[in-house]
């Protein structure tokens, strides 16, 4: 028995540790197989034994049993709030700074009354009080302020035994079955290095959901619609998603929902026996929740006085859009804890904390109209028009609809008063309708029977949500988009030709055919309205340096249906040049079984590919590409192994002093290398420019060489660095 038990032990702890890699670290390091391997003999074990069964074991992480609530769990410290602070300029930070400065001032005033007066202060002031009253810079942490829900996690002697929402800050409820499915979070404290585990620790953060992750569900949660499941629904952003996941009765569904955490703060904490932690500011907590294995923001940054906690907030702010998670704002801490300890708190706010909140990502506005746009493939989008409305910093005034089903599922009528989102760099969305306010002649939206644009009949395919218009490249608006993505900046990379000139220039009759685009002339380009002499003559410099190209960058651009730019790689790689892909002739070209052959295409794009090279108008648009001079270097066919960067992972971070961010990867590409967007202990080199940030950071950390442009391009030279 005894030996069975060291064995379950032993399972679990390696089992925890490999998630930690996986999940916090982003560096795992066994293979899922194992993992999986791993898992099943732990859970055949806890099937023959269930006294095996302990609470920090990751089979719990699928689910238990169906709940019938949550029970009520009392904060033995409350769970605070932050005061928001309401000038939402940057210039915000330092009304902070001044505040925190006259409390302590006042304080000060306070030592100095006599003792029987009752605004006297029992305690003198703390040295670091002092100091800061004799003019020492004040140090803060600053934070993200992630948009999901707070919660706690209570650890005894190191294993989680409890995880309760914030509720009021009182009370809130218990979902330990639930959290203990989010794959980020330690069922066990990591063990670490002059860390001693506290015999009760409480851990404060954040429950949030990706973007991507919130678009995956979302997108299941439409097909199970579809499907007829009554008891899907749509979440409306990633924080309702995560609120709705963490309350569900039923851990199993709850297990099926990506849910993330960082962690930002504490709350009880007793030192063990042997004495514990000395954690004297929040800084050293973060990197104490770091090493007991929580995920904590590589965003946060110690910083001194308001001047870097302004900085902080405009370069978050400018990131804001790409990280992958949802934030309102950002949070400054006052770092030294007996600073915090000094400062108190005005009811449930303490004095040391401050939000400093971004504008909305969600806002109200009217749908003026509900529009078709045509797309590249023939794909009709229903899109409603938008009385102009300012969200998280941008003009919004079209929200996309997707297609019928989802319009007639939200409902959206002319005249509606609706709540767009836009967050991060995805199209807006219209999240909300407000039924009860709708103008009662609106009708109900439905698909046109004919194509908007050409007339043409309009189809659904069986299975397929998507309508389309069956023109092809009759259809103007077929060709437009067609147009558009041929010269876009990861395709052909056309400098200038943007959506109103691609209009005049097919409304106008000047270009019927992509190879009519190298056909243009200075002198009829100048010739159409509002284009003067120069950008002409910069249209068609822009035109001929677009000839000089690569032979992924063209078979992207064909814009061959289900050939994203990575199918466009792996093609080019895997043939190596354009005749083994289309052939002198049609029967020579590339059949399906040997299109399969490459990595990542399944039946449905090697026929797609298949299908368009056996196209005489498709082979002929090539043709006259060629024939006008469009050209690229061949790379050995499959020879990657022979390439300079073969099997090599490069990062890039920050502004290159030369080169763009897609021309290094082009370049690092062609080598043979792979590009990542993040650092890994796998990662062969960082790139580092100009303002590198966590990234360059992590390469630091994790001991990965860091080469700057020039470094990059000795080794592109095949010099080693
Ligand atoms: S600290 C006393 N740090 O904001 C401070 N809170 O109004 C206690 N939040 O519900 C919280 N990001 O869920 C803190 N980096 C961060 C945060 C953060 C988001 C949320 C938290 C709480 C609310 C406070």
């Not at 297990?255 to 904490?269: D, H, N, T, W």
């Not at 294995?293 to 702010?317: N, T």
Request: proline letters at 6%.
């Amino acid at each position: 028995m005894d030996d069975l038990q060291t064995q379950a032990a032993r399972l679990r702890e390696q089992l925890n540790r490999a998630a930690w890699r996986y999940y916090t670290l982003d560096d795992p390091d066994i293979p899922d197989a194992e993992y999986d391997r791993l898992l099943r003999q732990l859970q055949a074990l806890e099937a023959q034994h269930p006294e095996l069964r302990a609470p920090d074991s990751p089979t719990l992480r699928v689910g238990g049993q169906i709940l019938d609530g949550f029970a009520p769990v009392r904060h033995r410290v409350p769970m605070l709030s932050i005061r928001t602070e309401t000038d939402t300029t940057p210039a915000g930070a330092e009304n902070f700074e001044q505040q925190v400065r006259n409390y302590l001032a006042s304080e000060q005033r306070r030592t100095q009354l006599k003792p029987d007066d009752e605004r006297h202060r029992a305690q003198p002031l703390g040295d670091q009080a002092l100091a800061v009253l004799g003019g020492q810079p004040l140090r803060f942490v600053a934070e993200p302020k992630f948009d999901g829900l707070a919660m706690s996690l209570r650890y005894e002697r190191g294993v989680l035994v409890q995880a309760a929402t914030r509720g009021d800050g009182e009370t809130g409820e218990d979902v330990t079955q639930n959290i203990r499915t989010v794959r980020q979070i330690p069922l066990r404290l990591q063990n670490a290095p002059s860390l001693d585990v506290p015999d009760v620790l409480e851990v404060r953060g954040e429950l949030y959901m990706r973007r991507d992750h919130f678009d995956a569900l979302n997108q299941t949660q439409r097909a199970k619609m579809a499907a007829g499941d009554k008891t899907a629904k749509i979440f409306a952003n990633p924080r309702n998603a995560a609120a709705g996941s963490v309350r569900q009765l039923d851990p199993r569904i709850a297990a099926q929902r990506p849910l993330s955490f960082f962690a930002y703060g504490l709350g009880e904490i007793t030192p063990p026996q042997a004495g514990g932690p000395r954690l004297a500011s929040h800084w050293q907590i973060l990197q104490a929740l770091k090493a007991w294995g929580f995920p904590v923001s590589d965003l946060a940054r110690p910083c001194q006085g308001a001047a870097e906690l302004i900085a902080f907030h405009a370069s978050v702010a400018a990131r804001r859009d790409s990280l992958p998670f949802d934030i309102d704002g950002v949070v400054y801490k006052v770092d030294s804890l007996a600073l915090q300890t000094e400062l108190g708190f005005v009811t449930r706010e303490p004095r040391w904390a401050v939000a400093h909140k971004y504008p909305p990502q969600e806002e109200l506005t009217t749908v003026l109209a509900i529009d078709i746009q045509v797309g590249r493939t023939g794909k009709l989008t229903p899109v409603a028009k938008l009385a102009p409305v300012l969200v998280g910093g941008v003009t919004v005034t079209n929200a996309t609809l997707h297609n019928e089903l989802e319009a007639r599922r939200k409902d959206v009528r002319v005249g509606d008063a609706v709540t767009v989102r836009r967050a991060g760099d995805v199209i807006p969305e219209i999240i909300l309708v407000q039924k009860d306010k709708r103008p009662s002649e609106a009708p109900e939206f439905s698909m046109p029977l004919h194509c908007p644009v050409c007339g043409s009949d309009v189809v659904r395919e069986e299975g397929e949500a998507d309508h389309r218009c069956t023109g092809g490249l009759f259809c103007s608006a077929q060709r437009k988009q067609a147009m558009l993505h041929f010269a876009s900046r990861r395709a052909m990379d056309i400098e200038g030709l943007g959506e109103k000139l691609v209009d005049q220039l097919v409304d106008s009759g000047a270009v019927k055919t992509l190879p009519d685009l190298y056909r243009l002339s200075v002198a009829a380009l100048a010739a159409l309205d509002r284009m003067a002499q120069k950008s002409a003559q910069n249209l068609c410099d822009a035109l001929e340096k677009s000839k000089q190209t690569t032979l992924p960058r063209f078979l992207y651009a064909l814009g061959i249906r289900h050939v994203g730019e990575s199918t466009a790689k792996e093609l080019a790689r895997h043939f190596g040049a354009l005749p083994a892909i289309m052939g002198a002739q049609p029967a020579q070209a590339a059949s399906v079984e040997q299109l399969e052959q490459v990595p990542d295409v399944g039946a449905t794009v090697a026929q797609s590919i298949h299908t368009f090279f056996q196209q005489a108008h498709n082979r002929e648009v090539v043709e006259q590409l060629l024939a006008c001079g469009v050209r690229w270097p061949d790379a050995p066919a499959a020879a990657g192994a022979l390439l300079p960067l073969a099997g090599k992972t490069l990062v890039l971070t920050g502004t290159l002093p030369t080169l763009t961010r897609d021309e290094a990867k082009d370049r690092l590409e062609a080598a043979g290398a792979k590009v990542a967007g993040s650092v890994s202990k796998k990662t062969s080199y960082v790139v580092a420019g100009a303002e590198a940030g966590s990234k360059l950071e992590k390469a630091q950390a994790l001991g990965v060489p860091v080469l700057d442009e020039a470094g990059m391009l000795a080794l592109l030279a095949g010099k080693a660095p």
